[in-house]
C-alpha cells in the first residue's frame, strides 16, 4: 500500500504540472496548484519550499523519467543502431505527451537553466558507464567514430532539445517522426548515396 505521504506529494507534482502548462509558470499561484491537488496551501510547503522548487522537482523526475526510457531501449539483443532508433522514438514520445509543460519550460524557465543544466549533467554522469558501453558498440560498426562519446551524447542531447524547442513553439509537425528523421540524418550523413548506373 503506498505512503499517504508519498501520495499527497505525487498529487501535488502532477497539479504542479498540470496548472503550470495550462496557466505558464510565472503566472501560476501556489494557492491555485493546492486546490487543484486537493491539499491545503500549507501541505505544499510541507515538502517543497517554493513554486521554483516544485519546478525543478518536476524536470528532474522527467529527466529521470527520460533516462529510464532510455535505458529500457538500448539494453536489449537487438541491433545498435535499432536500439538508438527505438530509444530516441520513445523519448521524442514522451515529450510529445507532455507539450504543454514543455513550451513552459521552453518559454519560461530559463532562470532555472543553471540548475536544470546541473541535474541534466548529473544523470549522463550517472550513466557515463553505460553510453560508452552502448557508444563502443557502435563505434565496432563505424558509426559515431568522429566524437568521443560524452561529445557524441552532448550533440544528440542539442539535437533533441534543439528539435523540442521549435516544435513546442510552433506546435508544428508530429516530434516523434522529426526526431526520428534527424537521428537518421545524424547516421547517414548530409550526403544521398550515389545511384548506381
Excluded at 518536476?58 to 538508438?84: C, F, G, T
Excluded at 504543454?100 to 550513466?127: K, M, P, S, W, Y
Aim: glycine share 6%; charged share 25%; proline share 3%.
Amino acid at each position: 500500500m503506498n505512503d499517504p505521504t508519498d501520495q499527497r506529494r505525487d498529487r501535488i507534482l502532477a497539479a504542479a504540472r498540470e496548472v503550470f502548462a495550462r496557466e505558464g509558470f510565472r503566472t501560476a499561484e501556489v494557492k491555485t496548484i493546492a486546490e487543484t491537488a486537493g491539499v491545503g496551501k500549507a501541505t505544499i510547503y510541507k515538502f517543497f519550499q517554493s513554486k521554483e522548487q516544485l519546478l525543478l522537482v518536476i524536470v528532474e523526475e522527467n529527466l529521470n523519467q527520460i533516462r529510464d526510457i532510455a535505458l529500457r531501449h538500448l539494453i536489449s539483443d537487438a541491433p545498435p543502431l535499432a536500439r538508438m532508433e527505438r530509444a530516441c522514438r520513445a523519448i521524442a514520445a514522451f515529450i510529445a505527451s507532455n507539450r504543454a509543460f514543455t513550451r513552459v519550460l521552453v518559454q519560461e524557465a530559463g532562470d532555472f537553466a543553471g540548475d536544470i543544466q546541473r541535474q541534466h549533467l548529473t544523470l549522463i554522469e550517472q550513466n557515463m558507464p553505460l553510453a560508452e558501453a552502448f557508444f563502443s558498440e557502435l563505434r565496432k560498426d563505424g558509426y559515431f567514430t568522429a566524437l568521443n562519446t560524452r561529445e557524441t551524447i552532448q550533440m544528440m542531447m542539442n539535437l533533441i532539445i534543439g528539435s523540442a524547442y521549435t516544435w513546442a513553439l510552433t506546435g508544428t509537425g508530429d516530434f516523434e517522426e522529426q526526431a526520428s528523421d534527424y537521428l537518421r540524418v545524424l547516421i547517414n550523413g548530409l550526403r544521398t548515396p550515389a545511384k548506381e548506373g
